[in-house]
């Protein structure tokens, strides 16, 4: 059965849709049809699906369970909801996360965390995200984390967030809050210069 090949976008559509150079595109094009440590084989079409991209992901957390985390960051990048990451999509996210303004990186964030798309983020939605967070880092971490951290992280989340009390952080009351803190603020400046 012949394996149907993706073919991406032209580079000069991406490169007017994206912060990177073709240079740049053509490197991130490579790595991605042939992630490390996985060889070709494992992505022959030039798309990933959610399995091979929670086993990419696994290598960079192997003290972990990064499998849930994985779950929600696929999620993110599938725009589409197709149920595959392209190249495309790669890099339109890529782009947003290392070269976006910091609006655009707070709207990626927001819907990373807004698991089901309705424009709110639950405390549910958050703990279900910061408990993914605490197993991707593992058990050995240190200081050693306490049981309740992901829901005290919750708590301190809301408390910042909730302006108006009403139990949701919507996108207006999360911006907002990112951008008074300071160190959000400087985590958003982290990778800017990556590629």
């Known amino acids: 059965m012949a394996t149907v090949r993706h073919r991406p976008e032209a580079l000069e559509l991406l490169e007017a849709q994206s912060k990177?150079?073709?240079?740049?595109?053509?490197i991130l094009y490579r790595g991605f049809k042939?992630?490390?440590?996985?060889?070709l084989r494992e992505c022959p079409s030039g798309v990933v699906n959610e399995d091979t991209f929670k086993e990419?992901?696994?290598q960079f957390f192997p003290q972990g369970d990064s499998t849930t985390y994985a779950h929600?960051?696929?999620?993110?990048?599938?725009?589409?909801?197709?149920g595959a990451v392209s190249f495309e999509d790669f890099i339109k996210g890529l782009s947003i996360?290392?070269?976006?303004?910091?609006?655009?990186?707070?709207?990626?964030?927001?819907?990373?965390?807004?698991?089901?798309?309705?424009g709110y983020i639950t405390k549910?939605?958050?703990?279900?995200i910061m408990k993914a967070i605490y197993?991707?880092?593992?058990?050995?971490?240190?200081?050693?984390?306490?049981?309740d951290a992901p829901r005290q992280h919750v708590?301190?989340?809301?408390?910042?967030?909730?302006?108006?009390?009403d139990g949701v952080v919507t996108i207006d009351e999360f911006i907002e809050s990112c951008q008074k803190d300071e160190n959000i603020m400087r985590s958003m400046q982290l990778f800017e210069n990556v590629i």
Not at 99 to 105: A, D
Not at 106 to 115: E, G, M, P, R, V
């Open 124 to 128: 549910e939605e958050m703990l279900d």
């Open 135 to 147: 197993d991707m880092m593992g058990k050995c971490t240190y200081p050693v984390l306490k049981e």
């Open 97 to 118: 996360l290392l070269r976006g303004t910091v609006q655009e990186k707070l709207n990626w964030a927001f819907n990373l965390y807004d698991i089901n798309k309705d």
């Open 20 to 26: 990177f150079t073709k240079k740049e595109l053509q």
């Open 72 to 82: 929600f960051l696929f999620n993110a990048f599938d725009t589409d909801h197709n």
């Open 155 to 165: 708590e301190t989340f809301f408390q910042k967030m909730d302006k108006n009390k």
């Open 56 to 58: 990419i992901y696994s």
């Open 34 to 39: 042939n992630p490390w440590p996985l060889s």
